[in-house]
Each structure stands twice: as C-alpha cells, then as structure tokens.
C-alpha cells in the first residue's frame, strides 16, 4: 500500500481501527533501519518501543505525534463543522522546494484527531 492510500485508509476509519493504522504508518514512514551500524539500531528501537507503549496505553495521538519527524516547524489540529477532526503539518523546507508544493502544508481529515494526523503525515512524506 502507497503512503496516499494509507492516508485515504485513515481518512475512512473509525476508531476502532486507529491502532492497526498507526502501526502501518510507523512501518511505512519509520522502518526498521538495514544496518550494522548499532547507534542507528539502538536509536530505531526506542522509538519503536516508544511507539508501542503509546499504542498500548490506548494513547492514541501521543503515538501518531510520534509520526511527526523532527523539525518540521507547525502542527495545528481542529474539529471541523461536520464534527470530523482535521490535521495540518507543515513539511521542512527542503522538502517543499523538491516537491513544489502548495503552500508547504499537507493535511488529513478523519474520524479521531489521531487518525486525521497520521494521514497528514503520510502525505508529507508520499
């Protein structure tokens, strides 16, 4: 599955789906590094020991925050007027020349603000 239509995948779930997705979206946009190289290993199994905790105490959007790479500059996330929770992160710099995008923001709009962030995130790095 591409990242887009993992995005699209979150933008139609309900809830009861958020752990599964955010657990693609972790593989999809933070795998496990394939290297020897033992700091770069150790650095990827934090965060993915992190990752799983936040799944396992059902925190939800703590876990899809953790989606989010660093230094990305902004984060805004709302509910919308049909009650649906909307997600914008703005991509580094770099990244919005190489890609020409619009403004330099992806977004996502789902069921939970979890979901609606973790599609947001895909889109950024699609």
Known sequence: MTNEQLA???????PE?????LTQAFAALDPSPNTHETY??????????NFDA???????LSAAEL?????WPSLYIATN???????EIACDDA????????????D???ATPALALTAACLRCVA
């Open 8 to 14: 699209l995948a979150c933008e139609a779930a309900g």
């Open 17 to 21: 789906e958020q752990p599964d997705l």
């Open 40 to 49: 770069e290993q150790f650095k990827w199994a934090a965060r993915s020991h």
């Open 54 to 60: 936040m799944l396992a105490a059902r925190a939800f």
């Open 67 to 71: 989606l989010v790479p660093e230094g």
């Open 81 to 87: 007027d049909a009650g649906r929770c909307h997600a």
């Open 95 to 106: 990244q919005m020349i190489a890609e020409d995008m619009d403004e330099g923001y992806c």
């Open 108 to 110: 996502g709009t789902a």
